[in-house]
């Protein structure tokens, strides 16, 4: 439901402009110094743009988020209907998609991978203030929420448009090793910045020691040590989940989920070190469905009517899977990162890809600047924003914090972020390596 909201919030962006004779268009750094009046009109239609998608996309999801979570789906059902009304009005005098043609694959997975992003940028503050629903934040054992979809939602993300999924040589294990490096340093300095400033740390997410980053560089560096092709990398991550659920359901869950824990490294961080098999296991499976779905010999990378019902077709199989295991298998659990958890994420993220695959479909449809910025320098506003979350948490008592400041402390950290991220992007700058 989220990503769907994006998306009409989106479209909803576009079409307005669109009816307002709002310029959507030519939003790009310049870096000629032949003319500057021409640079400086460029640079205030940028600054416009990233204004216009606060306004029209961020800041409407934050209200989603916190005072107007109660009505989240009356909002969907408004926006589809306007959104419909709008385009039907503007397909008459707009000459961009025809029939049969549609935005390429490439636009609509980078709206997705946005999506995701600016999710987690808002909610890793706004669950820490009391206007955020209890039922978006993460569980402590079995079940599921909105921000439990985040950790697996990413390393899905990225599995799909690898350069494994797409049959691309990635070098040798030592490649792998360096590209590993900058995460297990950011790891590193996450852990001593925490421990450093005596910042509140949920134990029972991943371990006293461990966190996100040490995770992703997990999975890298096992990656890099098996490298095999695509194709056979489902039968690989069907294999490690089977087994890692197998030794889960012989004892291995009670020992995770468990106050229990020893004076070794380990045991201190459990939660996070038997989960990488979980994850790897998804990042398998999902270099593997990227090949099949997108970037076969016999796949055209676009979002092509077929390619948009084999989505939809696999994301309805993998629900059906999900029930299954959820009933007579073992509860979902993002903590152990179990079969069902996997299988969840997956069927998830691929209706959340087919959704932003089919609003390609309708005119007016395009990456937003702010789309645009984000989608170049992903860790970039990852990074921010855990640093901006984490200096607010340390000013501000979050808990005892009134609607009104709680509402306007989200929004200013909303804009902030925007404006930062969108100047980092305009500026010619890109953070990637993951």
Known sequence: ????????????????????????????????????????????????????????????????????????????????LLVLILSVTAKRSFSGL??????????????????????????ILAVDFTIFPRRYAKTETYGTSLMDLGVG??????????????????????????????LLLLGFIRLVTTSGVDYQVHVTEYGVHWNFFF??????????FVNIPAKYCGILGFAVLAGYQ??????????????????????????????????????????????????????KIRSTTSSIARVFLVSLLLWIVTILFDNYVERISRRTCNMPYVTWVLAQDLQALG??????????????????????????????????????????????????NSLLILTAYAFALSAIIGTIHFSGFRLKFW
């Open 1 to 80: 439901m989220t990503f769907l909201l994006f998306q009409l919030l989106v479209l909803l962006r576009y079409s307005i402009g669109f009816h307002c004779k709002i310029d959507n268009n030519g939003v790009k750094a310049v870096t000629s110094k032949k003319n500057d009046d021409e640079k400086i009109v460029i640079s205030r239609n940028w600054k416009a743009a990233i204004s216009l998608d606060f306004i029209f996309i961020v800041f409407p999801m934050l209200l989603f988020f916190t005072v107007l979570s109660e009505w989240v789906y009356h909002g969907t059902v408004l926006l589809s």
């Open 98 to 123: 025809q029939r049969g043609q549609s935005l390429s694959f490439r636009a609509s997975v980078s709206s997705y991978r946005v999506a995701l992003m600016l999710i987690t940028c808002l909610c």
């Open 153 to 182: 939602s990413f390393v899905l993300a990225n599995a799909i448009v690898s350069r494994q999924a797409r049959d691309v040589s990635s070098g040798n294990w030592i490649t792998g090793a360096k590209a590993t490096a900058p």
């Open 215 to 224: 995770t992703l560089a997990a999975i890298s560096i096992l990656t890099s």
């Open 246 to 299: 197998t030794w889960l359901l012989s004892g291995l869950n009670t020992y995770l989920l468990s106050d229990e824990r020893g004076t070794d490294i380990i045991s201190k961080n459990k939660e996070g070190v038997y989960s990488i098999l979980g994850y790897w296991a998804m990042y398998l499976l999902g270099v593997h469905l990227g090949y099949r779905l997108f970037y076969g010999k016999h796949t």
């Open 355 to 404: 959704i932003f695959m089919l609003s390609s479909y309708i005119p007016l449809n395009k990456l937003s600047s702010l789309e645009e910025a984000i989608d170049q320098n992903l860790l970039a506003t990852f990074l921010l924003a855990n640093l901006v979350t984490g200096m607010v948490n340390l000013t501000v008592d979050t808990i005892f914090a009134s609607p009104f």
